[in-house]
């Protein structure tokens, strides 16, 4: 994917690529019970576990809702929101047919300016959306609204640059006539950068494989200030 001069900023690219039934079935089906969901289930656990149980957390975006039974089975209330309608049908199905719609409310949010007040969740989870996001700009606006809605941790995921696969990628990116602008890793100093201008800094991160793989996982908390 890359966007052009007429196109506007990645998020409101993003949002409008995923915004289809076609896209909805195509996601709902690409990591289920695959080596790579069992890896980031890993780390979004190790990333929550003070969070208590009956905590009030986040899924945001939620796609087709590959995470809900881990978190329902984790023992928290969730919010599954995503800026389509088509993912949030199929994430409802998912939670019916795993029987635990009780514990589970759904809307249509978009990250860049959501409806909820400040401090509406316990821990927020962010899952597979910020390697969409090519400017820094447009990361820090997201940060802020994950930010301003969390009341405790703020868990995120992008791609690091700092691994044998992102090597490989950003390789063949710049060979191309128009290099890509989606899922492009990107330095830990760079994501690191982004956080602080948000208001937030890292706690811990990790990386689902080790020195191979791009995907990261940050667990982030408010910077404190003083009076």
């Given at each position: 994917?890359?966007?052009?001069?007429?196109?506007?900023?990645?998020?409101?690219?993003?949002?409008?690529?995923?915004?289809?039934?076609?896209?909805?079935?195509?996601?709902?089906?690409?990591?289920?019970?695959?080596?790579?969901?069992?890896?980031?289930?890993?780390?979004?656990?190790?990333?929550?576990?003070?969070?208590?149980?009956?905590?009030?957390?986040?899924?945001?975006?939620?796609?087709?809702?590959?995470?809900?039974?881990?978190?329902?089975?984790?023992?928290?209330?969730?919010?599954?929101?995503?800026?389509?309608?088509?993912?949030?049908?199929?994430?409802?199905?998912?939670?019916?047919?795993?029987?635990?719609?009780?514990?589970i409310e759904f809307g249509i949010e978009d990250i860049m300016s959501t409806s909820f007040s400040d401090g509406s969740f316990d821990a927020v989870v962010c899952n597979r959306l910020f390697h969409h996001f090519f400017e820094s700009d447009v990361r820090i606006r997201a940060l802020r609204e994950l930010r301003r809605i969390s009341r405790g941790p703020v868990i995120m995921s992008f791609f690091c640059s700092r691994s044998l696969s992102s090597a490989a990628f950003l390789l063949k990116n710049s060979f191309r006539r128009l290099p890509a602008t989606d899922r492009v890793p990107i330095s830990f100093r760079a994501i690191s950068a982004d956080i602080a201008a948000a208001g937030l800094q890292v706690d811990m991160k990790m990386a689902t494989k080790p020195l191979l793989g791009k995907q990261w996982y940050l667990r982030l908390s408010s910077i404190k200030t003083g009076k």
């Amino acid at each position: 994917m890359t966007i052009d001069d007429n196109n506007k900023d990645s998020a409101s690219a993003t949002r409008a690529r995923f915004d289809s039934r076609d896209s909805a079935l195509k996601y709902a089906c690409a990591l289920d019970d695959t080596a790579t969901h069992r890896r980031e289930i890993h780390c979004i656990q190790r990333c929550l576990t003070d969070v208590p149980v009956g905590a009030r957390v986040l899924d945001l975006p939620c796609g087709t809702g590959r995470l809900v039974p881990f978190l329902t089975a984790a023992g928290y209330r969730v919010f599954a929101a995503d800026s389509s309608a088509h993912m949030i049908e199929r994430a409802k199905a998912l939670a019916e047919r795993q029987k635990c719609t009780n514990e589970i409310e759904f809307g249509i949010e978009d990250i860049m300016s959501t409806s909820f007040s400040d401090g509406s969740f316990d821990a927020v989870v962010c899952n597979r959306l910020f390697h969409h996001f090519f400017e820094s700009d447009v990361r820090i606006r997201a940060l802020r609204e994950l930010r301003r809605i969390s009341r405790g941790p703020v868990i995120m995921s992008f791609f690091c640059s700092r691994s044998l696969s992102s090597a490989a990628f950003l390789l063949k990116n710049s060979f191309r006539r128009l290099p890509a602008t989606d899922r492009v890793p990107i330095s830990f100093r760079a994501i690191s950068a982004d956080i602080a201008a948000a208001g937030l800094q890292v706690d811990m991160k990790m990386a689902t494989k080790p020195l191979l793989g791009k995907q990261w996982y940050l667990r982030l908390s408010s910077i404190k200030t003083g009076k």
